[in-house]
């Protein structure tokens, strides 16, 4: 099985949570820890263009995030989505959902 990485660096006033391999039912604590922990001190953009499983686990995540970023009055986005990720969205109506960018710079 291949492993999930997630690595995380502040870059001035959001986390930048860099993603890659499966985020499935098996790997998906590691990414909900971080981006939960990001999230509550700071905006987050989650690099997502090296994923190359998104279940239905790593959905959940992303969907409570966004309600707890909106909630705390913060900004998360999702970065390059890779297609994996693309079609998880579309697949579950979630993809209107979700800020999707193409550079920080458009954060």
Known sequence: MTQLEVTVTREGDYDLLRVSGPVN???FTEFQDKVFRSIAAANLVIDMENVTTLSSAGIGVLMAALDDAEDAGRRLAVLRPSE?????????????????IQSVKDF
């Open 84 to 100: 994996i990720v693309k079609l998880a969205f579309d697949s579950t109506g979630f993809a209107e959902r979700f800020p999707i």
């Open 25 to 27: 039912s098996y790997t």
